[in-house]
């Protein structure tokens, strides 16, 4: 049995409860024994304490790529927790496009165990929805969720035919489980590799219309209230795309989203002079976009804010621009760059927090992402004023392909635990 | 006034007094090249690489010819794209280049920002000799020169350019050229082949070929590759020919004395009729093949003057 843990005199905010005050905090074998302005200290008890430092839940990142099985080159499981932990989070929904790709219970089986084994991370699997990912026949979703799948998607690959959609959605109803979509219309999207407009015109680079993202977003739309399913729509990255997810809300249909970082802090010129770094899908947007994206954060139009962690070789990136693949490195930064929002003033540090942790666990079906006692100690201590700045090739991790690099950041993890256990800082 | 950089990459970017000095040269080679003699040293001892992973027989003959004149080794270096498309070997292809110590590299390439990455990456100064959709800026340049030689100057002048262009690095090149020298510049064709916000690079957007002819100077025609038709960006050549191909009688619309150019190869019968292309009071299509050279051994003399990225420095 180990010693307790005390954080002592810290801000510990809660977000699913509105908490947000200067106290303590107690971890007992591994849970949340007490916590308050005025608890009993035990004397043994090994102290933690910053000054200024925030105490949260760890983060629960709701979309991020590993790199297995099938692609260590590029992450592996143990590199991927390590810099989730850097990161702050202590719970992530793994993407199932993998090789092979999750569709099969037994590969949802070994993702939770991988997960247990690194004892820094909860791995929380995506089943496919269509085997191997391939938007053709439908997969085993109800054995997948009775192995421990959170819900279904195809990952990076948009669920394009509007039949399969509706028979997705109409099926994972039945074992309760949501269909997560990659929104972009595949056949505008065709070939694309940059928003479509004057950036993507000037560069000579085949453009993806902002148009493909709302128009599979007001197909879904339609389809859910057909079918009666809940759909989820993942980084959504465009003002008109949000704008039908805001009004479907409204009318009070099962519709959630997210999105990540690069679509609330880039727009398209980071892509600069063919920056493969900034090649991601969906591609970075207008201004105009990025400040819809903020918007929809900031009067909940928005549910989660994930990393949408893509993990890549150089050698995926040190291609011509269309010929690099997609995608950016994004669990080490989930917070920082989320925290540049709040020094921004755009969201509040509560609210900022919820984004990350207790509304994706919720939609996640996941007891995580809140100090509730006798729960897991998950737990995340950042100093909100710390300034660092983001650089390629020095992140946790092995993937370095971050969007952000040279980035300077204000927010930083001093600290990560796991069911009590410092596995970070 | 020096030339600013070490890569001519792309026209964007570069100011008119560097794109002047570099169209000033040229001329001066025009009548160099005209007169027979030949400056056979001024690039003596340095080692040109043409480096094509397209084919294009007349851009690299007007390089190979313009190093030459010049007095450097010439090496033509074809890739077959099938072997290539994939970057490891682009950028293996610029180790090798590094290890021969080529110290020009004319680049051509199928795939947008290439020769950026490829500048990245190598000692030599990089030309750009087209890449992807994006920029062919020395094709610019000789359509400027050859544009500036029969109308004494670019300003004020209006030049409609025609066809494909969301696909063609030729018209971004011109649009970039003529634009930051005082032209005005309009483009025609269908709205499937102009791309997204293409107002937003300056120009004037003209879907009807004989209103967008209306009193220009200068006519520059793109070529249109077949896979657009298979691709349905348009229907067939033959309606291509109807509404966006030149022939004399779309011509009467632009200016009486306004000059007909095309990049070349040219489709005849698809973008433009043989009775508009061979007319030698209006074509200046060879006259354009002739600029090439010049603007080539310009371009070359320029570059191998900026120090090259000595190997002690990376």
């Given at each position: 049995?180990?010693?307790?843990?005390?954080?002592?005199?810290?801000r510990i905010?809660?977000?699913?409860?509105?908490?947000?005050?200067?106290?303590?905090?107690?971890?007992?074998?591994?849970?949340?024994?007490?916590?308050?302005?005025?608890?009993?200290?035990?004397?043994?008890?090994e102290?933690?304490?910053?000054?200024?430092?925030?105490?949260?839940?760890g983060?629960?990142?709701?979309?991020?790529a590993?790199?297995?099985p099938?692609?260590?080159y590029?992450?592996?499981i143990?590199?991927?927790?390590?810099?989730?932990?850097?990161?702050?989070i202590?719970?992530?929904?793994?993407?199932?496009?993998?090789?092979?790709?999750?569709?099969?219970?037994?590969?949802?089986r070994l993702?939770?165990?991988?997960g247990?084994?690194t004892?820094?991370l909860?791995?929380?699997p995506y089943?496919a929805?269509t085997?191997?990912?391939?938007?053709?026949e439908?997969?085993?979703?109800?054995?997948?969720?009775?192995?421990?799948?959170?819900?279904?998607?195809?990952g990076s690959?948009a669920?394009?035919?509007?039949?399969?959609?509706?028979?997705?959605?109409?099926?994972?109803?039945?074992?309760?489980?949501?269909?997560?979509?990659?929104?972009e219309?595949?056949?505008?999207a065709n070939?694309?590799?940059?928003?479509?407009?004057?950036?993507?015109?000037?560069?000579g680079?085949?453009?993806?219309?902002?148009?493909?993202?709302?128009?599979?977003?007001?197909?879904?739309?339609?389809?859910?209230?057909?079918?009666?399913?809940?759909?989820?729509?993942?980084?959504v990255?465009?003002?008109?795309?949000?704008a039908?997810?805001?009004?479907a809300?409204?009318?009070?249909?099962?519709?959630?989203?997210?999105?990540?970082?690069?679509?609330?802090?880039l727009?398209?010129?980071?892509?600069?002079?063919?920056?493969t770094?900034?090649?991601?899908?969906?591609?970075?947007?207008?201004?105009?976009?990025?400040?819809?994206?903020l918007?929809?954060l900031?009067d909940g139009?928005?549910d989660?804010i994930?990393?949408?962690h893509?993990p890549?070789?150089?050698?995926?990136k040190?291609l011509?621009?269309?010929?690099?693949?997609?995608?950016?490195v994004?669990?080490?930064?989930?917070?920082?760059?989320?925290?540049?929002?709040?020094?921004?003033?755009?969201?509040?540090?509560?609210?900022?927090?919820?984004?990350?942790?207790?509304r994706?666990?919720?939609?996640?079906?996941?007891d995580?992402g809140?100090l509730t006692?006798g729960?897991?100690?998950?737990l995340?201590?950042?100093?909100?004023?710390?300034?660092?700045?983001?650089?390629?090739?020095?992140?946790?991790?092995?993937?370095?392909n971050?969007?952000?690099d040279?980035?300077?950041?204000?927010g930083?993890?001093?600290?990560?635990?796991?069911?009590?256990?410092?596995?970070?800082? | 006034?020096?030339?600013?950089?070490?890569?001519?990459?792309?026209?964007?970017g570069?100011?008119?007094?560097?794109?002047?000095?570099?169209?000033d040269?040229?001329?001066s080679y025009?009548?160099l090249?005209?007169?027979?003699?030949?400056q056979?040293?001024?690039?003596?001892?340095k080692?040109?690489?043409?480096l094509?992973?397209?084919?294009?027989?007349r851009?690299r003959?007007?390089?190979?010819?313009?190093?030459?004149r010049?007095?450097?080794?010439?090496?033509?270096?074809?890739?077959s794209?099938?072997?290539?498309?994939?970057?490891?070997?682009?950028?293996?292809?610029?180790?090798?280049l590094?290890?021969?110590?080529?110290?020009?590299?004319?680049?051509?390439?199928?795939?947008?920002g290439a020769?950026?990455?490829?500048?990245q990456?190598?000692?030599a100064?990089?030309?750009?000799?087209?890449?992807?959709?994006?920029?062919?800026?020395t094709?610019?340049?000789?359509?400027?020169?050859?544009?500036?030689?029969?109308?004494?100057?670019?300003?004020g002048?209006?030049?409609?350019i025609?066809?494909?262009?969301?696909?063609?690095r030729?018209?971004?090149?011109?649009?970039?050229?003529?634009?930051?020298?005082?032209?005005?510049?309009?483009?025609i064709?269908?709205p499937?082949?102009?791309p997204?916000?293409?107002?937003?690079?300056?120009?004037?957007i003209?879907?009807?070929?004989?209103?967008?002819?209306?009193?220009?100077?200068?006519?520059?025609?793109l070529?249109?590759?077949r896979?657009?038709?298979?691709?349905?960006l348009?229907?067939?050549?033959?309606e291509f020919?109807?509404?966006?191909?030149?022939?004399?009688?779309?011509?009467?619309?632009?200016?009486?004395d306004?000059?007909v150019?095309h990049?070349g190869?040219?489709?005849?019968?698809?973008e433009?009729?043989?009775?508009?292309?061979?007319?030698?009071?209006?074509?200046v299509i060879?006259?354009?093949?002739?600029?090439?050279?010049?603007?080539?051994?310009?371009?070359?003399?320029?570059?191998?003057?900026t120090?090259?990225?000595?190997?002690?420095?990376?």
């Open positions: 049995m180990s010693a307790d843990l005390l954080f002592h005199d810290v905010i809660d977000p699913v409860r509105g908490l947000d005050q200067q106290g303590n905090l107690l971890v007992r074998d591994g849970r949340i024994a007490d916590l308050g302005p005025t608890i009993g200290i035990p004397e043994d008890a102290k933690i304490s910053a000054e200024g430092a925030i105490l949260c839940p983060l629960v990142d709701m979309r991020a590993l790199g297995e099938g692609y260590e590029r992450e592996t143990a590199s991927a927790a390590a810099a989730a932990a850097a990161g702050g202590t719970t992530l929904a793994a993407l199932p496009d993998t090789m092979p790709a999750i569709d099969d219970p037994a590969l949802v993702l939770r165990a991988r247990e084994e004892a820094s909860t791995i929380l089943g929805v085997r191997g990912c391939k938007g053709e439908m997969a085993e979703l109800g054995l997948l969720r009775e192995a421990g799948a959170v819900a279904f998607t195809d690959r669920i394009g035919s509007s039949r399969l959609m509706r028979l997705a959605l109409s099926y994972a109803r039945g074992f309760g489980a949501m269909i997560v979509q990659h929104p219309d595949p056949s505008l070939g694309g590799t940059a928003t479509e407009g004057a950036q993507a015109t000037r560069l680079l085949p453009g993806i219309p902002a148009a493909a993202e709302a128009i599979l977003i007001a197909r879904d739309i339609r389809l859910a209230e057909l079918t009666g399913g809940a759909v989820h729509f993942a980084h990255s465009t003002a008109e795309g949000l039908l997810i805001r009004r809300k409204e009318t009070g249909q099962k519709i959630t989203c997210d999105t990540a970082p690069p679509y609330f802090d727009n398209e010129t980071a892509i600069g002079e063919f920056r770094y900034a090649k991601l899908s969906p591609p970075l947007r207008t201004e105009a976009d990025r400040e819809a994206v918007a929809a900031a139009t928005i989660a994930a990393s949408d893509q890549r070789d150089a050698d995926d040190r011509p621009f269309a010929l690099a693949s997609p995608g950016g994004g669990l080490a930064t989930l917070l920082g760059v989320t925290l540049a929002q709040v020094h921004g003033g755009a969201l509040g540090m509560v609210q900022a927090l919820d984004l990350l942790t207790a994706p666990a919720r939609l996640l079906g996941s995580a809140t006692k729960a897991p100690a998950d995340c201590l950042f100093h909100p004023d710390t300034i660092w700045q983001v650089e390629a090739g020095s992140l946790p991790g092995k993937a370095q971050t969007p952000f040279g980035r300077a950041l204000e930083r993890v001093l600290g990560t635990w796991k069911s009590g256990k410092r596995v970070f800082g | 006034m020096q030339y600013p950089e070490r890569h001519l990459l792309a026209i964007e570069l100011h008119p007094p560097a794109i002047a000095q570099l169209l040269l040229a001329e025009v009548l090249n005209r007169s027979g003699k030949t056979r040293d001024l690039l003596r001892g080692t040109l690489i043409n094509f992973f397209e084919d294009s027989t851009t003959t007007s390089f190979e010819l313009a190093g030459k010049l007095g450097a080794d010439v090496i033509n270096m074809s890739v794209t099938s072997s290539v498309n994939k970057g490891e070997t682009l950028l293996d292809t610029a180790a090798t590094n290890a021969m110590q080529c110290d020009l590299l004319v680049v051509r390439h199928d795939q947008s020769p950026n990455l490829l500048a990456k190598v000692d100064a990089v030309i750009n000799a087209g890449d992807g959709t994006h920029e062919h800026p094709q610019a340049l000789l359509d400027a020169l050859t544009i500036r030689r029969r109308k004494g100057r670019l300003e002048l209006t030049v409609a025609c066809g494909d262009i969301g696909h063609s030729v018209a971004r090149s011109n649009i970039h050229l003529l634009t930051t020298m005082g032209s005005r510049v309009r483009v064709g269908p499937t082949l102009i997204a916000e293409a107002d937003r690079l300056g120009v004037d003209f879907h009807d070929m004989r209103a967008g002819l209306a009193g220009a100077d200068i006519v520059m025609m070529r249109l590759q896979e657009r038709m298979t691709r349905s348009v229907p067939s050549a033959r020919f109807r509404f966006w191909g030149l022939d004399a009688e779309k011509l009467a619309f632009a200016k009486p306004a000059l150019m990049p190869p040219m489709n005849r019968g698809v433009i009729d043989s009775a508009v292309a061979d007319d030698p009071a209006r074509s060879k006259e354009q093949v002739e600029m090439g050279v010049a603007v080539r051994m310009a371009v070359l003399d320029v570059l191998s003057r120090p090259s990225r000595g190997r002690n420095e990376r």
